[in-house]
């Protein structure tokens, strides 16, 4: 006996067919009984959120592989990378999907970082259009001598986006709170940019879900400023997961899909919510990278897409912000 398509929403009981040992379902996974697709939790106890539901997507199933550069500027996200074949994996999903700048949310030197570099720029991702900010596996030497700056914070730009798109890398290895000269200078650099798009960046998150690693306590200092100077999205890892977040209006995403652990190995989701606020989508077990299309086109308004993309190029999450500050 087999089951109608899961439903966002409702609990999904699926029987194997006979014969079906391998818990396949007309060579699919099979959703595992109790499975709720669209709560963010893991009901049945397997590690996993929400796998193989079906996702609602705002513009197609994926992200077009053809598409006009002069409307769009298309970014991809991940975190928590390592130099093995994972990350090749990763980068030719991007590659596919023509990503024009990658944005390394932290700890790419697990094992062996000038691996991982060199992955990077023989799939066309250079200091021309990678962004990395510092995890607490990095050296600071390193993510400077990449960023050719000499600090390990501040704001990244890319020469071919010209004033629509901004980061501002937050280093949280050091002291960052309110009372820091790191504070200040990232608090000048965001309210005085004129990109039509800004990131925050930063590897220890001030959102997370209960998981190997707490929030880094700064979110008071930081939000207001993120909100006042136009912050568009907060990216951030370091959980071995992925979790995505509206918090009044500001993305605040958990885009620790590298693959330094894979599968089971990757971190906990221990709760549905960060002080109250749910997560959207919120998975482990999973792999994958996450990209975002900018609308550039509209000088009067900003709007983003996005989707998280898994190892075998199935999308697992979508998303779009619109009426963006």
Known sequence: MTSTFPNKGRVNYYVTAAGDSNGMRNGQPMIPVLEICGDGKDNNGNGLVDENCPIDSPSGDKPSVNFDTSKIIRIAVVGDVDSNSGLTTQLDIANQYNVQALILTGDFEYTNGNKVLSDLESHGFTKENVDIVV????????????????????????????????????????????????????????????????????????????????????????????????????????????????????????????????????YPIGSDNWNGNSCIKCMTGQNGITIIDLQIDDENSKHFNGWFINMNNKVLDSFQKSNLP
């Open 135 to 266: 995890g607490n596996h990095d050296t600071e030497q390193d993510v400077k001598a990449w960023l050719n700056e000499e600090r390990t914070f501040g704001q990244v730009n890319f020469a071919f986006s010209g004033d629509r798109l901004a980061f501002f890398n937050i280093d949280a290895n050091t002291k960052f709170d309110c009372s820091s000269p790191q504070f200040e200078i990232l608090k000048s650099q965001i309210e005085s940019s004129n990109a039509k798009y800004k990131f925050a960046v930063v590897h220890q998150p001030f959102v997370t879900v209960k998981s190997d690693h707490p929030p880094n306590g700064e979110f008071n200092c930081y939000d207001p400023v993120f909100r006042a100077g136009g912050i568009d999205a907060v990216l951030q890892s370091h959980n071995h997961n992925y979790q995505r977040f509206d918090i009044d209006g500001l993305l605040y995403g958990v885009f620790g899909t590298g693959t330094h652990d894979t599968g089971s190995s990757m």
